[in-house]
Every structure is written in C-alpha cells, then in structure tokens.
C-alpha cells in the first residue's frame, strides 16, 4: 500500500480511484461495509481502491483541549487499511488549507484535480467542506459535474443500534473489549514503538514494552489479555501476553501507559514498533502492600492471561 500526502504530486497510476472518504477512527465494521463498495467497483473498473483521509483528525484541530478520543494513531489506522487491501491511502494533511475550502472547492480541487478519482464512497451522514457546508447530496452533485460517481452508504446496525466509534470508546471504558472487538471486527489495538521506562518490571521478573497512549482513548485501567505482534527488527512475529494499562498507583507515577508482558520471548525491544490486541480485561488496576503481593499477582494475571488465549 502507498502512503500518498500531497495533492499535487499523485503519480498518474495512483489517480482514477474509486476510494473511500473520511477519518476512519478504528475502521470498525461500519467503516469496512463503506470500503467495500469502493473496492469492489475497483475491482470491477480495474482502477486503484484508495482510501481518502486526514491527519490530524479534524477534531484534534477543532477541539484541541477535549480529552483523548482517537482509537487510532496514524500509524495503526494504516497497517489496518492495508491489511483490508488498500492500494493507495490519501492521508490529505488538515491544514488551514484545507479547512478553508468550500464543498466545491473540495470536491475540485481535492477529489477531481487532485486525486483524480473516478468513485467516491462517504457515509450517508458525510459532511465535508467550510463550515460543514456539503453533505451526500451536494457531493453527489458536484461529482455529476466534475465527472466521478458517488454512493453514498448506509449505516451499519448491530441489535438495533449503529455501530460507531463512540459506541467503541463506550464498550472499552467499560472494560469491555470482546464487545469492541466484535464492533471494530478486529481487536482493539495500540500500535507505537517500545519506549524506554524504569525498568521496575525486569526487576520484578516482568520485562516490559512501554508503550505511551498520547493521544488515544483510554480504556479501563487494568490487566488484559493481550496479542502482540513486533513489527519491525529482527524479532518479528507474534505472542500472546498480558499487559497493564493505568496509571502504576504502586509507584505514584500518573501518566496512563502501556506496559506489556510478551509471554516466552527473550530479546531486546527498545525502539521497535509493537501493536498490542486487546482480547479480555481481567482486573481493574490496584495497589498491593508491598513487593511480594505485586509479584504474586502478576503470576496469577500471567496464568489467567495464557488460559485466555489458549
């Protein structure tokens, strides 16, 4: 998959897509049933499938002191997407640039003269344009005069209830990730490279992989079961693992993070990119009398982990 940022620099065999719009948080189920028709006319009219989104998300511009709500980095969101088989993704910078553009300006000088595309694709509840201005109906007619179709989909229902990124924020508060997962169609995971911390955990006989949450949604502080897949360096692959995400109250640290425990490997991951699966949440975050209780409670988290995941 390519990486594509700038609009006036797209390769000719990256232009004619039929692509999907918009910020894609989590690509959940929704996100994918809106993706799918843009691949699937890809397939049939033999042009690239393309995703069209932006970075930083539009909210992160607009409400830059509300509370961390993203799902996703960047980083993950685009490992996700290719796993779905994207060709091309169209990560369009959301600058004063871009946000200063009426829907016709959008619609032409990003969507057709940019990128070229043939198709677009946008959820029925799609707004784009200064001030929010167009909706499914204005890009459905301003893509009859510049020359590419337009679908507009329908919201994905589950028991009743549309399936949305909010609703997947809710379920991970709640400690909930199965739920979240069946959501997304995928677990909940949190990509980034090994930071380096205080090493209490090799001491206490649990190296872990620090990961920072800058930025992202904070599900419930506590123990997971988790995946894990190393991404980069010379110890690629896959490991089951249990991990705590919170605050680390034994040691009076309050920066939420991630710490994650890789069950049978031995290496060096400092500086290596992990994404880390939420798979069940096993028991909210604590404070123990003394060293030895932590110890022993890690034990039984690592125990209840692996019977987890076997």
Do not use: C, W
Request: aromatic letters at 8%.
């Amino acid at each position: 998959m390519r990486i594509l940022r700038d609009i006036a620099a797209i390769p000719d065999d990256a232009r004619g897509a039929s692509a999907a719009i918009g910020n894609f948080d989590g690509v959940h189920r929704g996100h994918q049933a809106v993706m799918s028709i843009a691949r699937d006319r890809a397939r049939d009219a033999d042009v690239p499938f393309g995703i069209v989104t932006f970075e930083p998300h539009p909210r992160e511009v607009f409400a830059p002191d509300a509370d961390p709500f993203r799902l996703m980095n960047a980083e993950a969101r685009a490992h996700r997407l290719e796993k779905l088989g994207v060709d091309v993704l169209y990560e369009l910078p959301f600058d004063a640039r871009m946000i200063a553009r009426t829907p016709e300006a959008f619609a032409r000088e990003v969507l057709s003269d940019g990128l070229g595309l043939s198709h677009a694709v946008t959820g029925a509840d799609f707004r784009f344009g200064k001030g929010r201005a167009g909706d499914g109906a204005a890009l459905e007619a301003l893509g009859a005069q510049l020359g590419f179709d337009v679908t507009l989909a329908s919201l994905l229902r589950e028991q009743g209830d549309g399936i949305s990124s909010t609703r997947i924020r809710q379920a991970l508060s709640d400690g909930d990730p199965r739920l979240a997962a069946t959501m997304l169609g995928h677990l909940h995971r949190i990509e980034g490279p090994v930071l380096h911390g205080e090493k209490r955990g090799r001491q206490l006989g649990y190296p872990t992989a620090n990961m920072s949450m800058d930025g992202l949604h904070l599900p419930r502080f506590g123990v997971y079961a988790v995946t894990v897949d190393i991404t980069t360096g010379p110890d690629r692959g896959s490991y089951g693992g249990v991990a705590s995400l919170g605050v680390r109250p034994m040691f009076g640290v309050n920066t939420p993070n991630l710490e994650t425990f890789l069950f049978d490997f031995k290496g060096d991951l400092y500086g290596q990119h992990l994404s880390v699966g939420l798979v069940e949440f096993l028991r909210g975050e604590e404070r123990f009398d003394g060293i030895e209780a932590l110890i022993e409670q890690m034990d039984r988290d690592s125990d209840r982990a692996r019977a987890v995941l076997a």
